[in-house]
């Protein structure tokens, strides 16, 4: 893997091969998306201070449905832990292997409890449409 920025016509010949439209429109966010790649290794080192936090913070920026950020994330750690979730996720040993595994969830119970402590109404919660909501907020994040 090279440090080097490529064109975008770069990057989709690198992804599509030769079929490429002869007319390239480049934009800094289709660079972004076409430069996408997807790490299965992890160094052991710790996360320095400050980068989980402004990861959940840049995660809390994205998109969501009525602003409503229905979801959210459990740092996991522990070995054993790591270990189960691998196993749940098909036996997948990069969880085992990294340092620190992110859970990104729905989660109603955070508005639920919000609406309580505010003594307001919060029906809706349990309808599908409420669920699909926070699973897509959770994968936007």
């Known amino acids: 893997m090279t440090n080097s920025v490529l064109t975008t016509q770069e990057l989709l010949h690198q992804r599509y091969g030769a079929d490429i439209p002869a007319t390239i429109i480049s934009h800094p966010v289709v660079d972004l998306l076409l430069s996408h790649r997807s790490v299965r290794s992890y160094s052991n080192e710790p996360l320095p201070e400050g980068v989980l936090e402004t990861m959940i913070a840049a995660a809390q920026s994205a998109s969501t449905s009525s602003n409503l950020q229905t979801w959210s994330v459990v740092a996991v750690t522990d070995p054993e832990r790591k270990d189960r979730l691998a ?28 609406a309580e402590t505010r003594q307001m109404p919060h029906e809706g919660l349990d309808y599908l449409e409420m669920w699909l909501v926070g699973v897509i907020d959770a994968a936007l994040a």
């Not at 340092?99 to 919000?114: G, I, T």
């Open 87 to 114: 196993t749940l996720a098909g036996n997948q040993n990069q969880i085992r292997r990294a340092p620190l595994f992110l859970v990104w969830l729905a989660d109603l119970a955070r508005l639920a409890h919000a």
